[in-house]
């Protein structure tokens, strides 16, 4: 209970409910930091071509092996509000540019860490702010500086920074990463737009389709929409050309109505009449599908199965259920306008395409739907022999058409493995000399914390973090601007020869979104947490719920000490943590035996 006394001897005057939990000041920021601290240390080892993956099972056993950053960050379900503000600077990387989410997680606890330093010193947060802000939109001048401007449609060029992002992906592995990273280009030169000599690039026009079976390089891109759906009567035609599709959002089929009615049938006349009736409803809603002149129709709820029949006499190709996402895209690719009822339909909401075929891919059956009136539309189907790694390549590749999308749209491009972070360190550490006191101390160190990503890149490589970091250093100064850490190869090299190129729209997002968190930490000196519920009586005799452990200052600091004691439990702690306010989770148990 918090309470506050006027004066002494005065009656407590309670300002805050009972059971609510404050911590102020330096305890509450180095709390945070810690917290920070812990999240950036999972996500480390995580970064570059060597990274390793994490293996997240969520709470109904599903299990997800992923590198990406977002995703990690995202299915930890991490409790604390510091963790959940660094899940959100992962996923608005994820939105905006797409890739470089684990180095801005990286980057914002690294600079928390650096700031911690600062705090030892007795530098008030605002100081640490002002210099980290400074320190941001410096970096942000000289990342423009280094950036080198590329031929947009150099198709060379855009498959080399395809392959960079795909590089640390576990589709990497074998000649995956060259055809996945021509595939992604492809796909986005075929959508982008172009206008006064700019490219636009829709994301939305690609759409991304799984199959299990085959391997990734049997993946391919097909020039229309797939539908992972079947044709749902045999009688049907599997192949239309010059196909008129009619996309509905309702169910050809005689709605039962919401309130419980009776109908009272005494005569084996009656009943006939009665399913004559019903026969008669949906001959009517086939008829008015093929008075449109459609061929195919595209239904997002069910079709009877007397009405399959119809449609199958009446040669029309039908499928249903098709999903939500899939209406919109099947729309616009083939220019067609979803309509709600069948009363509604006419022949001017009908789309177009050349043709429209079931096909077998693998042991199942897809409807593909090509040579669309908006040629822009494209579909990745990608294959691959188990679900999670299709899960992941799915991930993968939406990183990749990202990072060309960028570039193709932006037309700069950085070099990779470290090289900019050890050149904007240097370059930052130069002209904070120009800074009085305490904010020239705070942009030292915001310098500093950029060096991390090559440390972190060293380290996956083999090579002594520390060494490569002063090698770097020594190469930059020398002017070799472009010298980063080539990490399959675990040399120090120009990473443009390389061919380790990123775009520079990535990298200005993750100093901007880095230093956003980092700044929105720093602001707060005051965590006011209300009472956790009480706890609800054991349903199953499983045993009660932990409450949220990390809102009583005495667990924050068990939670920080058991970050400082043992800094590579720290995973296992933010599991325990995201397990323990949830009595079906088991994760945090299963993860903390
Ligand atoms: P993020 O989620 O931040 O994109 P990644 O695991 O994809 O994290 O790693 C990206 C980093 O790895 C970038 O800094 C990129 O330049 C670097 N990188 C990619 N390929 C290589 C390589 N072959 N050698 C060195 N660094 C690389
Ligand atoms: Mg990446």
Redesign the pocket.
Known sequence: MALQTSKEGEIPLLILKEGTKRTSGAEALRSNIAVARTVEETLKT????K?LDKMLVDSFGDVTIT???HTIVKDMEVQHPVAKMLVEVAKAQDLEVG??????VVLSGELLGKAEDLLESNIHPSVIISGYQKASSWALEELEKISLKIDPSDKEKLTEIAK??L???VVAAGKGLDYLSGLAVDAVMHVAKSKDGKFYVDLDDIKVEKKKGESLEDSTLVKGIVLDKEVVHPGMPKIVKGAKIAIVNAAMEIEKPETTAKIQITSPVQLKSFLDEQTNMLRDMVEKVKATGANVLICQKGIDDIAQHFLAKAGIMAVRRAKESDMDKLAKATNARVVTSFNELTSEDLGSADLVEERKVGTEKMVFIEGCANPKSVTLLLRGGSDMLLDEAERSIH?ALFVVKNVLEDGQVIA???APEVELSIALKERAKSLAGKEQLAVMKYADAFEV?PSV?AET?GLSPLDALVRLKSAHMEGKKNY?????KGEIAD?FE?K?I?PTK?KSQ?IKSATEAAVMILRIDDVISAAAPPPQPPKTGEGGMGGEEYRTPKNRSSLVDQVRAHPGDRIKGIAAKSGCSSPSAPRGDSWDE
């Open positions: 995580s970064l570059g071509p990274g590198n990406d950053g890739d470089g989410t684990t180095t801005a960079t992002s590089s640390s992906k990183d990779g493995g470290g990503i890149l490589a980063g850490i080539d990490v399959l990473m390389r380790i990123d990535v993750i």
